[in-house]
């Protein structure tokens, strides 16, 4: 066994490499433990899937060894570690693509592999040594110049020319695919219903700030400035997402709403019916993408009396933030991130603030969250490491569902620790703690349910301190001024606030496309962890998202801004190789399990 770790690496992928080559399936497994992981995106299996033991990666690599014939594998840089325990970056390509991987080797075999597509063969990005040149230096009559191009451009597409794919939704994340599938030259139009790219942002009350730092939150191709705050303000983010959205030159359709969407058998496309400034128009794009963000509609409880109430009530992402209330008493109902910031702000501005919390929360104090459990992998010190963006998100998709609880963990018990003091405050005000069922803290709460948490940036502290106040427990009823609960304890209110999350993202399926449409697509978010409001049976990757659903030519894009940032690629390459007519076998489509 060679000594050093480029030399262990090197031999296994040689094995590794010829096995593959030789479709000899049996000698590909003789490299990987019995308790072995191998998670793809799109280069083997036109899918996001994760194969768990030797029996799942061989009956992957039975299917799609013809199709894929992948060779060339090589280190990209030196690999890390000892004969125990070794790591390497990896270079392969595929008969259609050229790739990228992560490989852990434990005493010489394979415990986790992460294989990604980068780009496929002959459909480029023009970037770098390829770009374009951008005029001809040539003098001719009649030459049009890049501005009466890109006019003329976005003067026919949608109307005489058809876009082959559509992005509903014109945030983030349809923003930062937008420009992946432009770079990729895939006729795409966003469509958005506020008036201009950033109000998503700009419209969510005053004092709200990214409660994500700065390293973590990059669009794609272009990165924040290296004087941008860790935490930027919302108006901020709104502001860039604009000017980003020009500069990437994209065809954007905002103050436009869609309507309703079907699927044509026929022609094989969808009809989307949007109105654009009032005027209705017809789009007929091959694929269409759903990228509405991270979740459903708004969830407003149905309480007894609530038509009753003589106040303001309106759910959280209806809040403005500011304003005057003093002399009010508010009542906000939930305990996770939206609930502590509007609870903040409703005291910053006056108010008598009561918050109910009717299950467990986890908390997790931004200090400790980027110390403990992002430093390693979007900070400066990881970058003077040299773990860049796309290495830090890769290194984070590296391990599997499966295994990341036990690697969270361990960074939730030191913060438990290193924040006994803060956390038994918040218990001696009465709040309700938790780090998830299994104690594997944020991460995976957001994973499995998107929800259950606060990052804590100084609304804890209001609740130690009485200044919100604090009520535990469910709500019975509504009467005309004031918020029962069980205990028969009421709390007087002004205005009641539900920061009681949201639905599925499937339920925009239903109405804007049908409910068996909806229902066929299934639940969206989650990987049947079996924890709270994330059933099971397992699936091992997110529910439908950047990946083919069951609904052909339907695609669902979302997440934060780090997986906007990092799953647009494969949905952006996936769609672009249908574009191309290239042959896109997808391995073991995910069963639907969960409808709305």
Known sequence: MPETPNGIVEAWLAQFDEALRSTNTDAALQLFEDDSYWRDFVSFTWNLKTLEGKAEIQRMLDTTLGDVQPGNWKLAEDATGDAANTEAWVNFETAQARGYAHLRLRNGKCWTLLTTMQELKGFEEKKGPNREKGVAHQISKGRKSWLELKEEEAAKLGYA????????????????LGARLRRLGVPTIIVEKNEKPGDSWRNRYKSLHLHDPVWYDHLPYMKFPDDWPVFAAKDKIGDWLEHYTRIMELNYWSRTECTNARFDEASQEWIVEVVRDGEPVTLRPKQLVFALGVSGYPNVPAFDGAESFLGQQYHSSKH??????????????????????????????????????????????????????????????????????????????????????EAQIPVYQEMAKRDAGFYSQLEAAGFDLDFGVDGSGLFLKYLRRGSGYYIDVGASQLIIEGRVKLANGQVSKITGNAVVMNSGAELEADVIIYATGYGSMNGWLADLVSPEVADAVGKCWGYGSDTPKDPGPWEGELRNMWKP????????????????????NYLALQLKARMEGLPTPVYELQPTHHAR
Request: aromatic share 6%.
């Open 161 to 176: 020319d058809q876009p082959y794919t559509v992005i509903i939704g014109g945030g983030q994340g349809g923003i930062g």
């Open 320 to 405: 403005p933030g500011g304003g005057d209330w003093t002399g009010k008493k508010a009542v906000v109902i939930g305990s996770n991130n939206s609930a502590h910031d509007i609870c903040a702000d409703l005291w910053e501005h006056g108010a008598d603030v009561t918050m109910v919390q009717r299950s467990s929360t986890h908390i997790a104090r931004s200090e400790s969250l980027m110390d403990l459990a992002l430093g390693d992998l979007y900070s400066e010190k990881a970058l003077a490491n040299g773990v860049t963006t796309e290495k830090a998100d890769l290194l984070f998709a590296s391990l599997p569902y499966r295994i990341l609880p």
């Open 549 to 568: 659903t069951n609904v052909e030519s339907l695609w669902i894009h979302g997440g934060n801004l780090h997986q906007s940032r990092h799953y647009s």
